[in-house]
């Protein structure tokens, strides 16, 4: 179970220490993939793409607006357009369908995903720090765009198994800038 879940896990369950610094040979790793790591992006990237249109469309036709109070903690997470985002709550959030990338993003066992201007959660009411989490990744689609979010996403995890990737760690620290609930790492 890797990154995208320990990193959800870690961050919203409360880790107790710091996860470990990223080495210059992985920072190296993300910033250039040598080819065998390419052509595995290459080959994940549009079974990634299909399965995050597909949940981003269900949770912008299914889900709620935002209250807002929610919309001012999107604006102070950095979300541009806070109006587009969605609220979708299921009881627990489907896996991937794609084998490998059920492996890789365990994303059955999270309390939130999003998927752009989407964002699925299992906890309702909402807590304050998990909405934040989540906006602030919408703050980051909005930033960099579907298709390199998703590429930094996998890159990240794929070069930093077991690991806190850095996409998390941002928006774990920009979430915790306006929770008003009890934060990530106490």
Request: glycine content about 6%; hydrophobic content about 45%; overall charge positive.
């Given at each position: 179970?890797?990154?995208?879940?320990?990193?959800?896990?870690?961050?919203?369950?409360?880790?107790?220490?710091?996860?470990?610094?990223?080495?210059?040979?992985?920072?190296?790793?993300?910033?250039?993939?040598?080819?065998?790591?390419?052509?595995?992006?290459?080959?994940?990237?549009?079974?990634?793409?299909?399965?995050?249109?597909?949940?981003?469309?269900?949770?912008?036709?299914?889900?709620?607006?935002?209250?807002?109070?929610?919309?001012?903690?999107?604006?102070?997470?950095?979300?541009?357009?806070?109006?587009?985002?969605?609220?979708?709550?299921?009881?627990?959030?489907?896996?991937m369908t794609d084998p490998e990338l059920a492996r890789l993003f365990p994303v059955e066992r999270a309390w939130g995903l999003t998927t752009g201007?989407?964002?699925?959660?299992?906890?309702?009411?909402?807590?304050?720090?998990?909405?934040?989490?989540?906006?602030?990744?919408?703050?980051?689609?909005?930033?960099?765009?579907?298709?390199?979010?998703?590429?930094?996403?996998?890159?990240?995890?794929?070069?930093?198994?077991?690991?806190?990737?850095?996409?998390?760690?941002?928006?774990?620290?920009?979430?915790?800038?306006?929770?008003?609930?009890?934060?990530?790492?106490?």
């Open positions: 179970m890797r990154r995208l879940l320990a990193l959800i896990v870690l961050g919203l369950s409360g880790c107790a220490s710091a996860p470990p610094e990223i080495t210059a040979d992985q920072a190296a790793r993300i910033a250039a993939p040598d080819p065998a790591l390419a052509a595995q992006i290459a080959r994940l990237m549009p079974a990634l793409r299909a399965e995050e249109r597909a949940r981003d469309a269900r949770a912008l036709s299914e889900g709620r607006g935002l209250t807002p109070a929610e919309q001012e903690i999107a604006r102070r997470v950095g979300v541009q357009q806070p109006q587009k985002v969605r609220l979708l709550a299921l009881p627990r959030i489907p896996p201007h989407g964002i699925t959660v299992t906890r309702v009411p909402v807590p304050d720090w998990l909405l934040a989490h989540e906006l602030a990744h919408v703050a980051q689609y909005e930033r960099l765009g579907p298709e390199p979010m998703l590429r930094r996403t996998l890159i990240e995890t794929l070069v930093l198994p077991g690991n806190l990737i850095p996409v998390e760690r941002e928006a774990i620290a920009r979430g915790n800038t306006v929770a008003t609930s009890p934060p990530y790492g106490y």
